[in-house]
């Protein structure tokens, strides 16, 4: 193990409280400290901060995606062969991990919009159609936050207040940003 990374795993084992075992870890790297944290038992989940590939311990393997935005209409998604060479590509360049073999392959639409922030909330046109869209290749880690602001905004509730002190404001998740002023 390399000094910065044995120091890491040292410093992350010191202060990390005993109960937490999920770690996200952005900016990587070779994936050193994840596949060490991993080995540990902890579930990781390992960011490139380039945001060019990201991947996760998944049932004794790893879940990896190529983080692309490839343009589609809507459709069947079917994974791309090249798409998974890429994928293994930057995983291998990137981390010392070795990728011999590809168990299960799969492909899913991701939507975005211009900013890349959700959109969610009432639509300022339409009666009471409601967005949740816009989460990208972020939508399992989010999800359950977003399903919760969803809720609470759809209700009227406004924003759960764990959500408002993390900074987030209606307005930026608001469908009405896009209407023409």
């Given at each position: ?26 900016g ?59 994928a ?24 975005f ?69």
């Open positions: 193990m390399q000094f910065e990374t044995r120091y890491t795993y040292d410093f992350v084992k010191r202060f990390l409280p005993s109960e937490s075992r999920r770690i996200l870890e952005v990587c790297g070779v994936g050193e400290l994840a596949a060490r944290l991993f080995k540990d038992g902890y579930a990781v989940v390992a960011i490139d901060s380039d945001e060019t590939f990201y991947f996760k311990p998944e049932v004794g393997q790893f879940l990896a995606s190529p983080a692309d935005e490839t343009p589609s209409p809507p459709c069947d998604a079917q994974p791309e062969e090249i798409d998974i060479a890429v293994v590509e930057r995983i291998e360049t990137a981390t010392t991990l070795q990728i011999r073999r590809i168990k299960n392959k799969w492909a899913g639409l991701r939507s919009v211009a900013d890349k922030n959700l959109v969610v909330g009432y639509d300022p046109v339409v009666e009471n159609f409601f967005w949740l869209a816009g989460q990208g290749g972020y939508g399992i880690q989010t999800g359950a936050a977003a399903g919760r602001l969803a809720t609470s905004l759809a209700l009227g509730k406004g924003l759960p207040s764990d959500i408002a002190e993390l900074g987030v404001a209606e307005a930026a998740l608001s469908p009405a940003r896009f209407t023409q002023r």
